[in-house]
T-cell receptor, first 114, second 112 residues
Framework: DAGITQSPRHKVTETGTPVTLRCHQT?????MYWYRQDPGHGLRLIHY???????DKGEVSDGYSVSRSKTEDFLLTLESATSSQTSVYFC?????????????FGEGSRLTVL | GQQVMQIPQYQHVQEGEDFTTYCNSS?????IQWYKQRPGGHPVFLIQ?????EVKKQKRLTFQFGEAKKNSSLHITATQTTDVGTYFC????????????FGKGTKLSVKP
């Protein structure tokens, strides 16, 4: 196991409310990622981080922000959740130390926005 | 933008039959990765192919990377019910750190 913990695992919220998902790793890997998975779209990159306070946007970053104040934690925030952000969110790490090395995923966080 | 096309979207097979999923890119890939996701689970890394024409085997799974490094395939020989899940390819186009593009996956069901 890659030592990745996501929380919460399930959340139901209402449109317009803020939501923060947390990804915690135990092994101090440099690269961390947030993906969303939707039927018919596969996995799409939201944001990624290549170090403390170093983050960059992915393919579907609109409506999301991230923060990484410690190596082990990567937070994904939806400032004002919308129904289109109902999805399963996966955090991933890259143990190889390369930006595009193999990824190890967390268990996922299922978010429902009503 | 860069896209990795994966076919078929679904495949239903009888246990014991073979299965193949294909990925294609319009531009050259630096490398390609394959992942498996069991129903209700998370994607799990299977393998990475880097060299042109590379072929790698993992038991009943055979992975190939095309000569032009634009396509790849995963072939499962004699499927078992444990093979059920969605198989994703992910293309690395090189360059920036966040440039891994996933195909939409092939969902495999196996009838015992």
């Amino acid at each position: 196991d890659a030592g990745i913990t996501q929380s919460p695992r399930h959340k139901v919220t209402e449109t317009g409310t803020p939501v923060t998902l947390r990804c915690h790793q135990t092994e101090n890997h440099r690269y961390m990622y947030w993906y969303r998975q939707d039927p018919g779209h596969g996995l799409r990159l939201i944001h990624y981080s290549y170090g403390v306070k170093d983050t960059d946007k992915g393919e579907v970053s609109d409506g999301y922000s991230v923060s990484r104040s410690k190596t082990e934690d990567f937070l994904l925030t939806l400032e004002s959740a919308t129904s289109s952000q109902t999805s399963v969110y996966f955090c991933a790490i890259s143990p190889s130390g390369r930006g595009n090395g193999e990824l190890f995923f967390g268990e996922g966080s299922r978010l429902t926005v009503l | 933008g860069q896209q990795v096309m994966q076919i078929p979207q679904y495949q239903h097979v009888q246990e014991g039959e073979d299965f193949t999923t294909y990925c294609n890119s319009s531009t050259t890939l630096s490398n390609i990765q394959w992942y498996k996701q069991r129903p209700g689970g998370h994607p799990v890394f299977l393998i990475q192919l880097v060299k042109s024409g590379e072929v790698k085997k993992q038991k009943r799974l055979t992975f190939q990377f095309g000569e032009a490094k634009k396509n790849s395939s995963l072939h499962i020989t004699a499927t078992q019910t444990t093979d059920v899940g969605t198989y994703f390819c992910a293309g690395d186009y090189g360059g920036s750190q966040g440039n891994l593009i996933f195909g939409k996956g092939t969902k495999l069901s196996v009838k015992p």
